[in-house]
């Protein structure tokens, strides 16, 4: 497995790589590279931790899995390559994002603008199988990934977290609310979006925490594409 994480983020998390689990991880990692269909690239497996320097976060995003098709994953949770069409949780966060800040939908699928403002866009697992959802779960990324969160909590203040579904939620059970800001609700796939997704104004609400605490509020616009897609695409 590339371990080659940011220098800040190993300072953080250094001795998570000495651990039993992390050594039985990096074995089944590797293995599953060599012989299987693994995404996303190799190289992209830390993408979240070095697109967003530990002491620069201002947000964090939890996700669960990798996407699991073809040439989608991208190594920043919910994020795909630009080229790709928008997969439907995506599709449905441009859809909140334009009811709540009245940001156009951008054609930009990749989320490395969000990163680069200190958006943390974290999977639960790092890496997946081809087309087998959940084939990574349960190995130690999850374990990793909670030691990742823990640290944040612990270390830095006046996060905001936002938890979307109750995966999200359960595993962000960690974080100290006295110090952080917590902003839960539905999931945004079409399973559950309407449940409480849509409407939430999550990027509005991180951003009137941020500003209230004196930081710069996260741009959340995508608008380095002239085209812009349709909100029924």
Request: glycine share 6%; proline share 6%.
């Amino acid at each position: 497995m590339d371990k080659n994480i940011s220098e800040g983020w190993k300072a953080q998390l250094e001795s998570e790589f000495e651990k039993p689990y992390f050594k039985k991880l990096e074995r089944f990692v590797d293995d599953e590279y060599q012989n299987n269909e693994i995404y996303p690239p190799q190289n992209l497996i830390f993408r979240a931790f070095n697109s967003c320097p530990f002491n620069h976060i201002k947000v964090v995003i939890l996700g669960q899995d990798p996407y699991h098709g073809p040439n989608q994953a991208n190594g920043l949770a919910f994020s795909v390559n630009d080229e790709m069409r928008f997969p439907p949780s995506l599709r449905n966060i441009y859809k909140e994002m334009n009811q709540d800040l009245n940001i156009p939908i951008s054609s930009k699928g990749n989320l490395d603008d969000w990163a680069k403002q200190g958006v943390l866009l974290i999977n639960a697992t790092l890496t997946v199988r081809a087309n087998e959802a959940g084939s990574h779960q349960k190995k130690g990324w999850e374990e990793f990934t909670d030691a990742a969160i823990k640290v944040l909590s612990e270390k830095r203040e006046k996060l905001v977290f936002i938890l979307w579904g109750s995966y999200a939620q359960k595993k962000g059970e960690q974080i100290d609310s006295k110090k952080h800001h917590i902003i839960k609700s539905a999931h945004p796939s079409p399973l559950s979006a309407h449940r409480g997704f849509f409407g939430s104004k999550p990027f509005s609400q991180a951003n009137k925490y941020l500003i209230k605490q004196g930081l710069e509020p996260i741009d959340w616009d995508l608008k380095h594409e002239n085209a812009q897609r349709s909100l029924n695409f």
